[in-house]
């Protein structure tokens, strides 16, 4: 199984990004997905996760600007990112609990984007 992030990049402040991840490999099915962070310097957060059936939760700091959202047809899950301020720069990773062969339940995690905010 492999997650593939794409979508970040860099962008004023004020202005928004949308963060995409897929799932790919032997999958029978995905538990709960999200969005994770690490700023320089920093731990790595939670974001945003959404569940199979679709309840999310977000970290305080991005309640109102993020929205997560998933395709399961296409086992990918979105993070849409708008009034960005830099306080939000921070490489972002993808995670998912998948169901593979045997099932055998595992988390998987992607390569990281680069989300930058800046004047």
């Known amino acids: 199984v492999q997650l593939q992030a794409s979508g970040g990049g860099s962008v004023q402040p004020g202005g928004s990004l949308r963060l995409s991840c897929a799932a790919s490999?032997?999958?029978?099915?995905?538990?709960?997905m999200g969005w994770y962070r690490q700023a320089p310097g920093k731990q790595r957060e939670l974001v945003a996760a959404?569940?199979?059936?679709?309840?999310?939760n977000y970290v305080d700091s991005v309640k109102g600007r993020f929205t997560i959202s998933r395709d399961n047809a296409k086992n990918t899950v979105y993070l849409q990112m708008n009034s960005l301020n830099p306080e939000d720069t921070a490489v972002y990773y993808c995670?998912?609990?998948?169901?593979?062969?045997?099932?055998?339940?595992?988390?998987?995690w992607g390569q990281g984007t680069l989300v930058t905010v800046s004047s």
């Open positions: 959404i569940t199979s059936g679709g309840s999310t």
């Open positions: 995670n998912a609990e998948c169901i593979t062969t045997g099932s055998s339940i595992r988390e998987y």
């Open positions: 490999g032997i999958i029978f099915g995905i538990n709960a």
